[in-house]
């Protein structure tokens, strides 16, 4: 199969890098020619383990790399959208690179393509894409929900032995057409999990939320440990031998941090002043983060 990904940052160079080595051919395309001039010559511009080594080992073969975005998906079966959604002032995701992106494939696509958005997007955002695509193709596009779960730091892992692959389509064609690019990461079990583009996009958000609730909750638990005289690693322990607890995101800390937590937990509560359902848990969860970071500095 050929493919082409679009925004060659963390998560689409992952992506791209991954299904090249799985023997897809792939191209990956990014406006940031210096960026793409150091991928040519096999540097990756952030640390994540075993990625250099894999895009080294698949350039020029069956990863390339350009600007040109025409060219790129000519041919291809799936376009990933994989360029950055930052915050914007509010919180709400800036959906501006990833509507662009849309924009331009549906213009210059010349034939039936599956439009896949890796980015983090909020639901209803597969709906827009499609808008565009309706106002702009002139040949059927499909457009698939396909979130990323990758952690950075163990990405390669992450990517290749996913604990699920969430696909949100009610295309027949561009389910399968995943699935067949997904084969070789889904050997074990069946990870595919197939559902409407809106649980898609919900589930990456939840997903995160989740994550970091539980690690809010636990930092609340640790001051009062410190207030009250308790042992936070004895609480800890107990409180993860409960397996439907479990020991993952439970020690206490400085709070959640990182490229993602912050701004998809801020993301997430937007959205729902947007539907007019109230993210009651997870604005304590931004506001309890913010605890941590201010009990340190106490303590200094
Ligand atoms: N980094 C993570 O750990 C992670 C994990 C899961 C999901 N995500 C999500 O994946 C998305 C991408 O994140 P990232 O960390 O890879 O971002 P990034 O900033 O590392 O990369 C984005 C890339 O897109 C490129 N780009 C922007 N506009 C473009 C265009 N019009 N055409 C081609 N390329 C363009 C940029 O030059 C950049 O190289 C975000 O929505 C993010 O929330 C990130």
Known sequence: ???????????????????????????????????????????????EPGLAA???????????????????????????????????????????????????????????????LKSTVPV??????????????????????NPEFLKEGDAINDFAKPDRIVIGTDDEDAFETLRRLYAPFNRQRDRLQRMSPESAEIVKYASNAMLATKISFMNEVARLCDAAGGDVEDVRIAVGSDRRIGFQFLYPGLGFGGSCFPKDTRALVQTGQEFGVEMGVVAAAISANRQPVLDMVKHL
């Open 124 to 145: 209803g955002t597969n709906a827009k894409v499609r808008a565009v695509v309706e106002k702009f193709a002139t040949h059927p596009i499909a457009v698939v929900s």
């Open 54 to 116: 894999m895009v080294q080992r698949n350039w020029p073969d069956r990863l390339s790399f350009s600007s040109n975005l025409e060219e790129s998906i000519s041919g291809r079966q799936a376009v990933f959208i994989a360029v950055g959604t930052p915050p914007n002032e509010d919180g709400s995701a800036d959906l501006r690179y990833v509507l662009k992106v849309a924009e331009d494939v549906a213009r210059l696509a010349k034939h039936r393509l599956v439009l896949v």
């Open 1 to 47: 199969m050929k493919i082409a990904v679009v925004g060659s940052g963390y998560v689409g160079l992952v992506a791209g890098a991954c299904f090249a080595d799985s023997g897809t051919e792939v191209v990956c395309v990014d406006v940031d020619e210096a960026k793409l001039e150091k991928l040519r010559r096999g540097e990756v511009p952030f640390f």
